[in-house]
C-alpha cells in the first residue's frame, strides 16, 4: 500500500507564486511516472503535468513556461513550482504516481487533493 500526502496549496493573488509538494510512503519499491492532475469546480479533472522516473517532463498548454514539475527521487517526493499563477489556476490539485511495492505489480495511486484558489 502507498499513501500520498499533498501540501502547499492555498490562496494566493493573480501573478503569485505556490510550491506544491507530495510525499509518498509505504513499502516502495521503484516509481515511475508521476503527475499532477487538477480538477475546477464543474470540470473533468485534467493533467497538469508528469514526470517519468528519467525526468522527462509533459506540461498542459495552459501552464507550459508559468509551471515546472521537479521529483528528489531519494526521498519519494514530486513537487510542482507554479508561477504566474491565473484565477483559471483555481482547482483541486491531485498528486498520483505509478507505484511498485514489493509484493505487488505497478499500481496507480492518488493523493485526497490540495485546493489552490487564485483571487484578488
Known amino acids: 500500500q502507498v499513501r500520498l500526502v499533498e501540501s502547499g496549496g492555498g490562496l494566493v493573488q493573480p501573478g503569485g507564486s505556490l510550491r506544491l509538494s507530495c510525499a509518498a510512503s509505504g513499502s516502495i519499491f521503484s516509481i515511475n511516472v508521476m503527475a499532477w492532475y487538477r480538477q475546477a469546480p464543474g470540470k473533468q479533472r485534467e493533467l497538469v503535468a508528469q514526470i517519468t522516473g528519467g525526468g522527462s517532463t509533459n506540461y498542459a498548454d495552459s501552464v507550459k513556461g508559468r509551471f515546472t514539475i521537479s521529483r528528489d527521487n531519494a526521498n519519494d517526493t514530486l513537487y510542482l513550482q507554479m508561477n504566474s499563477l491565473k484565477p483559471e489556476d483555481t482547482a483541486v490539485y491531485y498528486c498520483?504516481?505509478?507505484?511498485?511495492?514489493?509484493?505487488?505489480?505497478?499500481?496507480?495511486?492518488w493523493g485526497q487533493g490540495t485546493q489552490v484558489t487564485v483571487s484578488s
Open positions: 498520483t504516481g505509478n507505484f511498485r511495492t514489493r509484493t505487488s505489480a505497478p499500481t496507480d495511486y
